[in-house]
């Protein structure tokens, strides 16, 4: 993987200082010296790690594979690094996104750490996604859920690399607008007014507005997932009414995987439903307010038992 490019953002994210883990990975870093910046990663089986392009560095990047094995996508091919393999990145030119396969760790050193503070605003993002599910009457592993459904949705429907990882941002900072709608509504135990259903409905533009002033490409890009995942595929949906094609395919997945997690989930002002009458209304929704291709992807997992 060799190409010439700009810098390179991770998943997961973090200053590195000793030690940082999340969802299945952990980062320890090494060393930071003389330009020289070396991190050990280790990644739980199916987790994901991911590099790309971001504008105004130009060094060098290498990985090299201590245990198990990660699998990547080049455009439509399947590439396998295992124990020994080594990449190096002068940097990289496209989002690419890593899959563990067996517990694995691997050495990544970088010619240059400039992107930690890249990283660190990243994980500030991150970290606050989670805060306001949790006001909105959410569990903690609520955007974790999203992301991980959605990635094997896109999985099935056989996205590229670059579409899987920003379908890995969208889906997890989804409702991240809801930081700028008051706790009032967020934690209003009833049914929303008129008036406070519409301020609601406006997370998904203050969403995209935020990440869109972030000046991170990977961000950037995942604001039309969260600006668009209330659509509905019929036109019935928010903010823009747009349907059918009109609407981001990553939305799109993102827009089952929410409504079939809000459904499910026991809130507040909610009990949750059942998984059978979820997975029904779910069917009887596609192609109607559900991209039917989504649906099909979204139950063949569910038969494989992956929800």
Known sequence: MNSKNNNIIHI??????????????????????????????????????AVGPIAGW????????????????????LKIASIGDHLIMD?????????????????????????????????????????????DGY????????????????????LSSEAMLELNFGSFLHDIGKTKV???????PGKLSIEEYEE???????????????????????????????????GTGYPKGLKGDDISFLANIVAVI????????VRVYSQGRPLESALEEIKKERGRLFHPEVVDAFLFIQKKGEL
């Open 12 to 49: 997961p994210y973090g200053g590195y200082k000793n030690e940082t883990s999340i969802n299945g990975v952990t980062i320890r870093q090494l060393t930071e010296k003389k330009g020289l910046d070396i991190l050990h990663h280790r990644l739980g089986d199916g987790n994901r790690w």
């Open 58 to 77: 130009d060094g060098l990047e290498f990985v090299y594979i201590l245990k198990g094995s990660l699998s990547w996508k080049e455009k439509d091919t």
């Open 91 to 135: 940097p990289i030119l496209e989002d690419t996104l890593f899959k563990a396969i067996g517990e694995t760790e691997f050495l990544y050193i970088s010619s240059d750490s400039m992107y930690d503070s890249v990283d660190e605003q990243v994980k500030e993002y991150m970290d606050l996604a989670v805060t306001v599910e949790e006001k």
């Open 139 to 158: 569990t903690a592993d609520h955007c974790s859920r999203i992301k991980d459904l959605s990635m094997k949705v896109g999985e099935v429907m056989g």
């Open 182 to 188: 008051p706790d009032r509504i967020l934690n209003k």
């Open 200 to 234: 609601m409905k406006l997370h998904t533009i203050y969403g995209a507005t935020l990440l869109k002033k972030t000046g991170i490409p990977i961000l950037e890009k995942a604001s039309t997932i969260v600006e668009q995942h209330h659509e509905r595929y019929n």
């Open 258 to 265: 929410d409504s079939f997690d809000a459904m499910t989930s």
